[in-house]
Nanobody
Framework: QVQLVESGGGLVQTGGSLRLSCAASGSISSIGTMGWYRQAPGKRRELVATVTTSGSTNYADSVKGRFTISRDNAKNTVYLQMNSLKTEDTAVYYC?????????????????WGQGTQVTVSS
């Protein structure tokens, strides 16, 4: 089985910083695009940032210049460095990854999500 485990959320004041991590584990053969999404209360889940296997990145306009996504392919881990945090960044943050893995008899692929980590920015 494949699992994504996030860490690094918490409570921070406006203007502060947090770094989220998400590690994939299991019988992983390869990982494609990895990303971060967030969902605020009463709102739909939205894209924050993605990074491809080659390191190409994409950001939501609302976080450009403040957030940086990166990945360590050797550790099957994706990071989100969040600076200059605003109250509107408050949400549950989820990591996502496209993963190819071996289930003991054959290779399978799928789109996997972490359990979510709460980020709260107070004014």
């Amino acid at each position: 089985q494949v699992q994504l485990v996030e860490s690094g959320g918490g409570l921070v004041q406006t203007g502060g910083s947090l770094r989220l991590s998400c590690a994939a584990s299991g019988s992983i053969s390869s990982i494609g695009t990895m990303g971060w999404y967030r969902q605020a209360p009463g709102k739909r889940r939205e894209l924050v940032a993605t990074v491809t296997t080659s390191g190409s990145t994409n950001y939501a306009d609302s976080v450009k210049g403040r957030f940086t996504i990166s990945r360590d392919n050797a550790k099957n881990t994706v990071y989100l460095q969040m600076n200059s945090l605003k109250t509107e960044d408050t949400a549950v943050y989820y990591c996502n990854a496209q993963i190819l893995y071996y289930d003991g008899s054959r290779y399978r692929s799928g789109d996997y999500w972490g359990q979510g980590t709460q980020v709260t920015v107070s004014s």
